[in-house]
T-cell receptor, first 119, second 114 residues
Framework: EAGVTQFPSHSVIEKGQTVTLRCDPISGHDNLYWYRRVMGKEIKFLLHFVKESKQDESGMPNNRFLAERTGGTYSTLKVQPAELEDSGVYFC?????????????????FGPGTRLTVL | AQSVTQLGSHVSVSEGALVLLRCNYSSSVPPYLFWYVQYPNQGLQLLLKYTSAATLVKGINGFEAEFKKSETSFHLTKPSAHMSDAAEYFCAVRKMDSSYKLIFGSGTRLLVRP
């Protein structure tokens, strides 16, 4: 079974440009998450999709970030326009629908991340 | 608000020595707790998780962690380090509610000396 894949693995862009990151979750996983790690800091939650719906986007930094998950399969995260502070590693994760009442859910499987550098 | 503190951004041990990576959490109620590992050029892999069952949790690759409510700690240990254990380790928490998001510590990079 293929794991979570992310494209590209690296992206170097200039301030003001637009970048789109893509995440393909594990087949059958309804839940999809985006996280970001700025260099030297902790990994921070950005948002959570359940199928194509945004369940929680409380971690999105500002309106320059737009996440979509059309059809409930792959997801894209667009940064427009990119700023220097957007540099970091963007992780995607996916999990199955929870099987227990109370919402514990299942393990989040992470992709290798996309390293974004904004110059 | 919940938070996770990992003491020591870098830990160095000799091969065969005990590995101890520290994690303390801040939460008003006992959360779900996780340890993830990231090997170079790979995604985060779940090592183990605490979900309010046994306080001593065994994970993959010989790692284990003990949940201590009185100390709000969830330290990761391995009796004997192997060269292949060199990686970055992350402690994370998740509230016992419908929120699925993980809150991570800043990570600890483990170096294993031959």
């Amino acid at each position: 079974e293929a794991g979570v894949t992310q494209f590209p693995s690296h992206s170097v862009i200039e301030k003001g440009q637009t970048v789109t990151l893509r995440c393909d979750p594990i087949s059958g996983h309804d839940n999809l998450y985006w996280y970001r790690r700025v260099m030297g800091k902790e990994i921070k939650f950005l948002l959570h999709f359940v199928k194509e719906s945004k369940q929680d986007e409380s971690g999105m930094p500002n309106n320059r970030f737009l996440a979509e998950r059309t059809g409930g399969t792959y997801s894209t995260l667009k940064v427009q326009p990119a700023e220097l502070e957007d540099s970091g590693v963007y992780f995607c994760a996916s999990s199955l629908r929870p099987t227990l009442a109370g919402g514990f859910g299942n393990e989040q499987f992470f992709g290798p991340g996309t390293r974004l550098t904004v110059l | 608000a919940q938070s996770v503190t990992q003491l020591g951004s870098h830990v160095s041990v000799s091969e065969g020595a005990l590995v101890l990576l520290r994690c303390n959490y801040s939460s008003s109620v006992p959360p779900y707790l996780f340890w993830y590992v990231q090997y170079p050029n790979q995604g985060l892999q779940l090592l183990l998780k605490y979900t309010s069952a046994a306080t001593l949790v065994k994970g993959i690759n010989g790692f284990e962690a003990e949940f201590k409510k009185s100390e709000t700690s969830f330290h990761l240990t391995k009796p004997s380090a192997h060269m292949s254990d060199a990686a970055e380790y992350f402690c994370a928490v998740r509230k016992m509610d419908s929120s699925y998001k993980l809150i991570f510590g800043s990570g600890t990079r483990l170096l294993v000396r031959p």
